[in-house]
């Protein structure tokens, strides 16, 4: 497998991801509609192209790291996509949280032009992407996973999860529970408030338990002190509750405590909270109670 790499896609993961791959010596060639990020990537020692089709052209293997299934779609089907620029054979790696239902479908357009395509989507956020530790969960062929394995391993660990689709499913799942971990941590605080027991007492006890998580452990002491800076921003929770919904009708899964957590995410972004961390949830829970979490300094 050759050496160059078109990154498609350099925001908050995209643009670490490159640079650790710069620096495991593959050739990066970017594309990003922000110009400042091409700028950052030519820094690091990468080259910038005008679309995703002229990157694809240039590259052995592509990766895609974009919000959403339309601009996954957008950036392998369209007329300036990376489908009209790959060489038959060239290695295509989708690394966005989509729709298990879209990553299928690009995947089966991917195979009809001769192009093998991974769904593989990451947990672990931005500092798991500046530390190289994400959690890649993969779907597609196994013998194109392997040969893929160089690459992930650069990035993070990765899991081989089954078929095409089965990544996008696995971080769907993934969501599921990291949602239901933050808003049952967020009733259990609101509660004891409402009771009158301090919330820190609430952490030190459920932390010493069967109750312990690690959304407990990260992100517990900085709910205490109302900081909540993203490390994972409430909209892109939202984005994949969506995504959960889809995928549930589509498979025939009833998800009803998602779907009640789609409505709790739904009231964040309402509210203005979507750019908080997902964290945030407690605001909506303490604002159905009509209280506040005490903030310790």
């Known amino acids: 497998m050759g050496k160059t790499i078109a990154f498609i896609g350099l925001g908050i993961m995209g643009t670490p991801m490159s640079g650790h791959l710069l620096k495991a010596g593959y050739e990066i060639i970017g594309f990003d509609l922000v110009a400042a990020a091409l700028d950052e990537l030519v820094e690091m020692g990468g080259r910038k192209a005008s679309s995703s089709k002229?990157?694809?052209?240039?590259?052995?293997?592509?990766?895609?790291?974009?919000p959403d299934s339309p601009?996954?779609?957008?950036?392998?089907?369209?007329?300036?996509?990376?489908?009209?620029g790959a060489k038959p054979g060239t290695l295509l790696l989708d690394m966005s949280s989509i729709s298990p239902v879209t990553a299928v479908r690009v995947a089966k357009e991917a195979a009809a032009r001769g192009c093998p395509m991974l769904d593989a989507p990451v947990s672990g956020g931005q500092v798991g992407a500046e530390q190289a530790t994400l959690s890649i969960m993969v779907g597609g062929d196994p013998d194109i996973f392997e040969q893929a394995r160089p690459i992930f391993e650069v990035l993070g660990k990765p899991t081989y999860c089954g078929p095409s689709g089965s990544g996008q499913t696995v971080k769907a799942?993934?969501?599921?529970?990291?949602?239901?971990?933050?808003?049952?941590?967020?009733?259990?605080?609101?509660?004891?408030?409402?009771?009158?027991?301090?919330?820190?007492?609430?952490?030190?006890?459920?932390?010493?338990?069967?109750?312990?998580?690690?959304?407990?452990?990260?992100?517990?002491?900085?709910?205490?002190?109302?900081?909540?800076?993203?490390?994972?921003?409430?909209?892109?929770?939202?984005k994949d509750l969506n995504i959960i919904r889809e995928a549930a009708r589509a498979y025939g899964a009833s998800l009803p405590a998602s779907n009640l957590a789609h409505e709790l995410f739904t009231a964040m972004m309402a509210n203005g909270w979507g750019d908080l961390d997902h964290s945030a949830v407690v605001?909506?829970?303490?604002?159905?109670?009509?209280?506040?979490l005490p903030v310790k300094e």
């Open 71 to 84: 601009h996954v779609e957008a950036v392998y089907l369209r007329d300036n996509g990376v489908l009209a």
């Open 283 to 292: 605001k909506v829970i303490a604002m159905l109670s009509n209280t506040e």
């Open 54 to 66: 002229e990157a694809a052209e240039q590259a052995d293997i592509v990766i895609s790291m974009v």
């Open 173 to 238: 799942c993934n969501q599921i529970q990291v949602a239901m971990n933050f808003i049952g941590l967020a009733e259990a605080l609101v509660l004891g408030v409402k009771a009158g027991v301090d919330p820190e007492i609430i952490i030190k006890v459920l932390s010493g338990g069967y109750a312990q998580t690690r959304v407990m452990d990260v992100r517990g002491p900085r709910m205490l002190k109302g900081d909540f800076e993203p490390g994972f921003r409430a909209s892109f929770h939202y």
